[in-house]
């Protein structure tokens, strides 16, 4: 730019005067221009001098250009491609083909001596055997089906065994694109090595050879495992810790405190031939299912899911014990932020040899008791005991009175919770929440009790008589179905003395006897309803009476005639208890149940109204409809075990709940759980218990109400007469081969039956259930609904109660087949106890 400025100026001499006067004439000459000459001259003195575009602006007349641009597009579509492909192949394609598989195994190398050394990771003898333990299964893996996807095996511990040789636990690793996942599953990989050992076998023992090690192929286990438990327990972790029990009987004590929150691993190991035995004391965390706080304890030194023997997410204030079943334990804590703390302690304890003779009494009283083995402590899922029982005379069988557990004859299932064989005859266990008998007609039996259940299973204790085979209830009583034995006269009360309903089943409707000197049945007794024509039935309700489960309980413990007593605007207790905490099953509509045309049908149902049943819940998994539920405060909901019995059903995190919703999508509030407690004598296959609790993270605002509101809890007195009117509410199908779920909250009236036509429909039904329904079948509750409300309006326009929760029937709407319902004031104690 600066010679061009150059050229453009005159020349600095011709203003020399000094060079003036040297000039002479000679010198000058004449120029004759031209008007054209000049014109043209002028033009070139413009191109000249006109500035020419600089830098970016240079730049960019010259990208404009038209064959330049084309360039320019292509280039830059070229850098986004290039870009784009990147970003795809190292935050997707990249972590597909990186995606890792973990796993967690472990089986016993018999025919091999444990030395000390061994539990020492750090010693030359333990990195000796783990190398060629860790060469033979790389081996095994490296020339499967899987070779390629397999990265490596590590040796995490060696451990003494109670069956001799050396128990083996290591981890192994697989780098698997996601659309090879299924190559790698856990049973395909547990399948790889049991054929691996299947193969070498030359005798009929379980030990087959692996380049000359010798695995039992029946203690071969393998799990798959998230990778934080492989980084949380592999090599390096920081928080593993090691403890040893040599000498039985000692309490070692084991203690752990965080403020901070902490993962931590404690491995426990015990002397050869020896079991472990841990208590704990107490635990300090927040209930949450186990989401955030917990202690897992495994019958394994890894995180095995099929070693676990017991779990605990909730604080636990009485010392109880868990057994191992064999010298190894785990011990997995999640700790989140807070003051959070366990106390306990391990030790080493001898396997039981639970045999016993036992000599009954000639009288039938309690003669003595029999323990489950280990007991107190929590039975471990291996276990064995055998009790021979002798009585004085062979006219006299042996009775065994158990508090909460009960013995039925084994069918094509297996026993879950204790497996049985009483004289050749094989029998199951399960735990209820009853007393029962079991009456054994032989004078000298032997009875053989073994553990079945997966995991850590409740302690039972039974005391044992003599009876009189012939006889086995005094003449005045009668013999129920759990083995209890009633009096006569209490059959037909309406009072479930049998725990099982024997006693009320199949009676003839009473006669009110309202004229007689003789006392009224007690279904009339102040029932509500007036039976007799003179009132007799309803006079003295108040009148303090004798407690039995037909009698209100006031709060200072006395009973009243009253069962309808709760929250009905009359205060019929001394203390005023019985009106009190009854903000409750009453809507603030005006509008009458039943009053709305029929519209759609939920078996037979109609559309609801805003805010006529506030205390209907929508519980959603993973963001669709799964369930209902119903409010009892303002963070608790009510619903049916069965919505979360499935291991991927019962983790909070997955559900929300939808409160003061006409139309699905349409919720006042929506609230996310905390945590799912499940009755623990829920029973998956017979549905009975079938009723859980769930928490709120937060409590619905009050703001809210009265499009939200809880429904009243029913005493266990309480009594659904025929003057109350029942229904049935959700979002369920509205036929049995429905494919359409309604988005507006239906209703279906139905009525309650009696246990002797519920038992006639179904058979055998709990007393902790109720059917309900219409003969025809043309209302009912169906799928979709369960967990819902079934609640029943007190006469004259009383408060709404909770009388049933939805749980589970022969089809929907059939004819004769009604729904079958978890009759709620059988659990209102319970309910308490967790809400309170």
Same mark, same amino acid.
């Given at each position: 730019?600066?010679?061009?400025?150059?050229?453009?100026?005159?020349?600095?001499?011709?203003?020399?005067?000094?060079?003036?006067?040297?000039?002479?004439?000679?010198?000058?000459?004449?120029?004759?221009?031209?008007?054209?000459?000049?014109?043209?001259?002028?033009?070139?003195?413009?191109?000249?001098?006109?500035?020419?575009?600089?830098?970016?602006?240079?730049?960019?007349?010259?990208?404009?250009?038209?064959?330049?641009?084309?360039?320019?597009?292509?280039?830059?579509?070229?850098?986004?491609?290039?870009?784009?492909?990147?970003?795809?192949?190292?935050?997707?394609?990249?972590?597909?083909?990186?995606?890792?598989?973990?796993?967690?195994?472990?089986?016993?190398? &018999?025919?091999?001596?444990?030395?000390?050394?061994?539990?020492?990771?750090?010693?030359? !003898?333990?990195?000796?055997?783990?190398?060629?333990?860790?060469?033979?299964?790389?081996?095994?893996?490296?020339?499967?089906?899987?070779?390629?996807?397999?990265?490596?095996?590590?040796?995490?511990?060696?451990?003494?065994?109670?069956?001799?040789?050396?128990?083996?636990?290591?981890?192994?690793?697989?780098?698997?694109?996601?659309?090879?996942?299924?190559?790698?599953?856990?049973?395909?990989?547990?399948?790889?090595?049991?054929?691996?050992?299947?193969?070498?076998?030359?005798?009929?023992?379980?030990?087959? =050879?692996?380049?000359?090690?010798?695995?039992?192929?029946?203690?071969?286990?393998?799990?798959?495992?998230?990778?934080?438990?492989?980084?949380?327990?592999? &090599?390096?972790?920081?928080?593993?810790?090691?403890?040893?029990?040599?000498?039985?009987?000692?309490?070692?004590?084991?203690?752990?405190?965080?403020?901070?929150?902490? %993962?931590?691993?404690?491995?426990?190991?015990?002397?050869?031939?020896?079991?472990?035995?841990?208590?704990?004391?107490?635990?300090?965390?927040?209930?949450?299912? *186990?989401?955030?706080?917990?202690? %897992?304890?495994?019958?394994?030194?890894?995180?095995?899911?099929?070693?676990?023997?017991?779990?605990?997410?909730?604080?636990?204030?009485?010392?109880?014990?868990?057994?191992?079943?064999?010298?190894?334990?785990?011990?997995?804590?999640?700790?989140?932020?807070?003051?959070?703390?366990?106390?306990?302690?391990?030790?080493?304890?001898?396997?039981?040899?639970?045999?016993?003779?036992?000599?009954?009494?000639?009288?039938?009283?309690?003669?003595?008791?029999?323990?489950?083995?280990?007991?107190?402590?929590?039975?471990?899922?291996?276990?064995?005991?055998?009790?021979?029982?002798?009585?004085?005379?062979?006219?006299?069988?042996?009775?065994?009175?158990?508090?909460?557990?009960?013995?039925?004859?084994?069918?094509?299932?297996?026993?879950?919770?204790?497996?049985?064989?009483?004289?050749?005859?094989?029998?199951?266990?399960?735990?209820?929440?009853?007393?029962?008998?079991?009456?054994?007609?032989?004078?000298?039996?032997?009875?053989?009790? $073994?553990?079945?259940?997966?995991?850590? &299973?409740?302690?039972?204790?039974?005391?044992?008589?003599?009876?009189?085979?012939?006889?086995?209830?005094?003449?005045?009583?009668?013999?129920?179905?759990? +083995?209890?034995?009633?009096?006569?006269?209490?059959?037909?009360?309406?009072?479930?003395?049998?725990?099982?309903?024997?006693?009320?089943?199949?009676? /003839?409707?009473?006669?009110?006897?309202?004229?007689?000197? /003789?006392?009224?049945?007690?279904?009339?007794?102040?029932?509500?309803?007036?039976?007799?024509?003179?009132?007799?039935?309803?006079?003295?309700?108040?009148?303090?009476?004798?407690?039995? &489960?037909?009698? =209100?309980?006031? /709060?200072?413990?006395?009973?009243?005639?009253?069962?309808?007593?709760?929250?009905?605007?009359?205060?019929?207790?001394?203390?005023?208890?019985?009106?009190?905490?009854?903000?409750?099953?009453?809507?603030?509509?005006?509008?009458?149940?039943?009053? @709305?045309?029929?519209?759609?049908?939920?078996?037979?149902?109609?559309? @609801?109204? !805003?805010?006529?049943?506030?205390?209907?819940?929508?519980?959603?998994?993973?963001?669709?409809? =799964?369930? +209902?539920?119903?409010?009892?405060?303002?963070?608790?909901?009510? @619903?049916?075990?069965?919505?979360?019995?499935?291991?991927?059903?019962?983790?909070?995190?997955?559900?929300?709940?939808?409160?003061?919703?006409?139309?699905?999508?349409?919720?006042?509030?929506?609230?996310?759980?905390? $945590?799912?407690?499940?009755?623990? =004598?829920?029973?998956?296959?017979?549905?009975?218990?079938?009723?859980?609790?769930?928490?709120?993270?937060?409590?619905?605002?009050?703001?809210?109400?009265?499009?939200?509101?809880?429904?009243?809890?029913?005493?266990?007195?309480?009594?659904?007469?025929?003057?109350? $009117?029942?229904?049935?509410?959700?979002?369920?199908?509205?036929?049995?081969?429905?494919?359409?779920?309604?988005?507006?909250?239906?209703?279906? !009236?139905?009525?309650?039956?009696?246990?002797?036509?519920?038992?006639?429909?179904?058979?055998?039904?709990?007393?902790?259930?109720?059917?309900? +329904?219409?003969?025809?079948? !043309?209302?009912?509750? *169906?799928?979709?609904?369960?967990?819902?409300?079934?609640?029943?309006?007190?006469?004259?326009?009383?408060?709404?109660?909770?009388?049933?929760?939805?749980?589970?029937?022969?089809?929907?709407?059939?004819?004769?087949?009604?729904?079958?319902?978890?009759?709620?004031?059988?659990?209102?104690?319970?309910?308490?106890?967790?809400?309170?």
């Amino acid at each position: 730019m600066g010679t061009e400025h150059e050229e453009n100026e005159p020349t600095r001499g011709d203003d020399d005067p000094s060079q003036h006067d040297a000039v002479s004439i000679a010198d000058v000459s004449v120029e004759m221009a031209t008007v054209d000459h000049t014109l043209q001259k002028l033009r070139r003195m413009y191109r000249k001098t006109r500035r020419k575009p600089k830098g970016l602006k240079r730049l960019w007349i010259r990208l404009l250009n038209i064959p330049h641009l084309a360039v320019i597009i292509a280039a830059v579509v070229f850098v986004i491609v290039v870009i784009m492909w990147s970003l795809l192949w190292v935050f997707i394609f990249r972590r597909e083909s990186n995606s890792g598989a973990y796993f967690a195994g472990m089986f016993r190398v &018999a025919n091999m001596e444990f030395i000390p050394e061994y539990r020492q990771a750090e010693s030359h !003898e333990f990195v000796s055997m783990a190398n060629k333990i860790q060469h033979v299964v790389s081996n095994v893996y490296k020339m499967s089906s899987v070779a390629r996807l397999y990265k490596q095996a590590v040796i995490s511990d060696l451990s003494n065994n109670n069956k001799g040789g050396v128990l083996v636990h290591f981890w192994m690793v697989f780098v698997v694109p996601r659309l090879k996942t299924p190559a790698v599953c856990e049973e395909c990989v547990g399948a790889i090595l049991r054929d691996s050992v299947h193969t070498s076998m030359k005798n009929r023992s379980s030990v087959g =050879y692996l380049l000359g090690l010798p695995v039992d192929i029946d203690s071969i286990l393998i799990n798959a495992v998230q990778r934080s438990d492989y980084a949380s327990n592999g &090599a390096g972790s920081q928080c593993v810790e090691k403890l040893y029990a040599n000498l039985p009987g000692t309490n070692v004590p084991l203690n752990v405190f965080s403020s901070w929150g902490v %993962t931590c691993h404690v491995k426990l190991t015990a002397v050869p031939g020896y079991l472990i035995r841990l208590t704990v004391s107490s635990f300090l965390i927040e209930p949450t299912d *186990c989401v955030n706080d917990a202690l %897992t304890v495994y019958d394994a030194l890894l995180p095995m899911r099929g070693r676990i023997l017991h779990r605990l997410c909730e604080p636990v204030s009485a010392s109880f014990s868990v057994v191992s079943t064999s010298n190894v334990m785990l011990l997995s804590f999640r700790m989140t932020n807070g003051n959070k703390g366990f106390r306990g302690h391990f030790e080493a304890i001898a396997e039981e040899m639970c045999m016993s003779q036992i000599e009954t009494k000639l009288k039938p009283d309690i003669s003595g008791q029999i323990y489950s083995p280990f007991y107190p402590s929590l039975l471990p899922p291996r276990c064995a005991c055998t009790w021979r029982f002798k009585t004085p005379n062979r006219d006299l069988g042996v009775a065994l009175h158990f508090q909460n557990y009960l013995l039925k004859p084994k069918n094509m299932k297996a026993c879950d919770q204790g497996w049985w064989k009483i004289n050749e005859v094989i029998f199951c266990g399960s735990y209820v929440g009853h007393q029962t008998v079991f009456r054994i007609a032989d004078h000298n039996p032997e009875v053989e009790f $073994r553990c079945s259940s997966r995991h850590s &299973a409740p302690p039972f204790q039974a005391s044992y008589s003599s009876y009189n085979i012939s006889q086995p209830c005094p003449e005045s009583y009668f013999l129920c179905s759990t +083995g209890l034995c009633v009096e006569k006269s209490r059959r037909c009360d309406g009072l479930d003395d049998c725990q099982d309903e024997s006693d009320e089943v199949f009676c /003839s409707r009473p006669a009110k006897n309202c004229g007689g000197k /003789s006392p009224l049945h007690p279904l009339f007794v102040c029932n509500g309803e007036t039976d007799c024509s003179n009132g007799r039935d309803e006079m003295n309700c108040t009148q303090e009476t004798s407690c039995s &489960a037909i009698r =209100y309980r006031c /709060s200072s413990g006395s009973c009243i005639l009253k069962k309808n007593a709760k929250c009905d605007g009359v205060h019929d207790c001394r203390d005023h208890s019985d009106e009190a905490d009854c903000a409750c099953g009453h809507p603030s509509i005006m509008k009458k149940v039943g009053s @709305s045309t029929r519209q759609e049908r939920i078996v037979g149902g109609d559309n @609801s109204v !805003e805010g006529e049943w506030p205390w209907q819940v929508s519980l959603h998994f993973s963001g669709n409809l =799964y369930c +209902g539920a119903s409010v009892l405060s303002s963070d608790w909901l009510i @619903s049916a075990a069965h919505c979360f019995s499935k291991q991927r059903l019962s983790d909070p995190r997955h559900w929300s709940a939808h409160l003061g919703m006409l139309s699905q999508g349409s919720a006042k509030h929506v609230a996310e759980i905390q $945590r799912i407690v499940v009755h623990e =004598y829920y029973n998956a296959y017979t549905f009975d218990y079938d009723i859980a609790l769930l928490q709120l993270k937060k409590p619905w605002p009050l703001s809210l109400s009265p499009l939200v509101q809880p429904v009243c809890l029913p005493p266990h007195s309480h009594t659904v007469t025929h003057s109350h $009117r029942c229904w049935v509410t959700g979002w369920g199908y509205r036929a049995e081969d429905d494919k359409v779920l309604p988005s507006v909250l239906q209703k279906a !009236e139905v009525s309650l039956m009696s246990q002797t036509e519920c038992k006639k429909s179904y058979g055998p039904v709990s007393p902790r259930m109720l059917c309900a +329904g219409v003969s025809s079948g !043309e209302r009912d509750a *169906c799928r979709g609904d369960s967990g819902g409300p079934l609640t029943c309006q007190a006469p004259g326009g009383g408060r709404w109660f909770l009388i049933g929760i939805v749980s589970w029937g022969a089809g929907c709407g059939r004819p004769n087949l009604p729904g079958v319902y978890t009759r709620v004031n059988k659990f209102t104690s319970w309910i308490y106890s967790h809400i309170s």
